[in-house]
């Protein structure tokens, strides 16, 4: 694999500074001591400047080449947040914080955009500026549109902007990328269907909530299956059904559901939120029951643009000799608002035969950090040519 050699020497260092992250995991936005390490190495590599608590606990870093004549100016960006998980690795860096661990890889992403920032620091061998983005709360939580919101993109004048997620079960190292929409949409919705409660052996007295529930889930798979043209992304799944009573004898007086919708296209998107509202209402009348919808955007569908994922694909193959098609991913994905503010591109790095993400057995491995670095540095290297 041609990485740069200077990766290899740096190989140790960034590992420890992965495992380090990953013993000490950190939540959505209390990437407290995570931002404090990552402000305090940048520092260290001599960036030209260092600015802390954007989009409240993110970090940004800015690296100026030997020259400046180009005016190009371009954006890395890593998450830094862990999941709250309980880590089962039994690693001797297993994560030091009950319930939470990096099991998603988010400590390699930032060890890996660490190795970058410092050879960039240390070479400058590019025309423009570097801007390392290192956000929190990728999990859930919105880091991206945070940071947007506190005016980074205008604020360092970042004009395209890159990034990247290890792959497990893709070969060590390689790399896959798609233009167009990767990562799918977010949306969460939670319903509470109101009865009329009563002794189970008296059921004619009764509305049943949870026959009613029961419906509601059966009704909301036909969105995918009726509703939406076949040649279209779409999932839509009840993962929480609970009912207000725990006994065997008691027909509840209420259930609650959640679940999520994830698509690709925003008009699938909005067709989807309008039938969930329909069924879900329809469904309640029809047997007397009540229902009440809080339904949630959350990210949107990620769009790589088309000239920055060519870009980002030729730099991947002259990183590791080639660059495969990746598959359509329907989680999410927040990188989706750096990408609404400026053209750019997210690539997928193998992490070779590992547990998948968000699996308490699942460890970013070590191995595929020089592929990272390399590419994020050819990013700039190739797009601000010193000479």
């Known amino acids: 694999m041609p990485v740069k050699n200077r990766f290899a020497e740096l190989l140790p260092e960034i590992t420890e500074w992965r495992q380090d992250f990953h013993a000490h995991p950190e939540i959505l936005f209390e990437t407290h001591r995570t931002a404090a390490r990552v402000a305090d190495l940048l520092d260290q590599f001599g960036c030209d400047e260092v600015a802390t608590g954007i989009g409240r606990t993110g970090v940004v870093g800015v690296i100026r080449g030997k020259r400046d004549t180009s005016g190009k100016v371009i954006g890395l960006r890593a998450d830094m947040d ?7 690795t039994g690693l001797d860096y ?24 410092k050879y960039l620091a240390e070479t400058r061998n590019f025309d423009g500026t570097v801007v390392v983005i290192f956000q929190p709360a990728e999990e859930g939580g919105g880091g991206g ?94 993962t929480s059904f609970e009912t207000s ?18 698509t690709l296209d925003n008009g699938v998107r909005a067709l989807a939120e309008k039938r969930l509202h329909k069924l879900v209402e329809a469904t309640a009348e029809a047997h007397g029951a009540v229902a ?84 994020w540095a050819e990013i700039v290297e190739t797009r601000m040519p010193a000479a």
């Not at 862990?82 to 089962?88: K, Y």
């Not at 009573?245 to 994830?262: D, E, M, W």
């Not at 920055?308 to 590791?320: D, G, H, I, L, N």
């Open 292 to 375: 009440t919808i809080n339904y949630m955007k959350g990210y949107p569908v990620m769009i790589n643009h088309e000239e920055q994922t060519e870009f980002a694909a030729e730099v991947a193959r002259k990183v590791s000799g080639a660059c495969d098609e990746a598959p359509l991913i329907m989680g999410g994905e927040d990188f989706a608002y750096m990408l609404e503010e400026r053209p750019g591109a997210y690539i997928l790095v193998g992490n070779g035969d590992t547990a998948m993400v968000h699996h308490p057995a699942y460890n970013f491995s070590d191995e595929a950090i020089p592929a990272g670095c390399s590419w």
């Open 82 to 88: 862990a999941l709250p998980i309980e880590e089962t």
């Open 94 to 117: 297993a994560s030091k914080t009950p319930g939470a661990m990096h099991a998603c890889g988010h400590d390699g992403h930032t060890a890996m955009l660490l190795g970058a920032a």
């Open 245 to 262: 009573s725990k006994a065997f004898n008691v027909i509840a007086q209420r259930v609650h559901l959640k679940g999520t919708v994830r």
């Open 145 to 238: 549109r945070e940071m947007c919101a506190d005016g980074m993109m205008d604020r360092w004048g970042i004009q395209e902007v890159y990034g990247m997620h290890n792959w497990p079960g893709r070969p060590l190292g390689s790399f896959a990328i798609r233009p167009g929409a990767f990562f799918a949409a977010t949306d969460n919705f939670e319903i509470t269907i109101e009865g009329r409660g009563g002794h189970a052996a008296k059921p004619h007295d009764t509305i049943d909530s949870t026959v009613v529930a029961s419906h509601v889930v059966l009704a909301l798979q036909t969105i995918a299956s009726r509703n939406v043209d076949p040649v279209h992304q779409i999932v839509v799944s009840v």
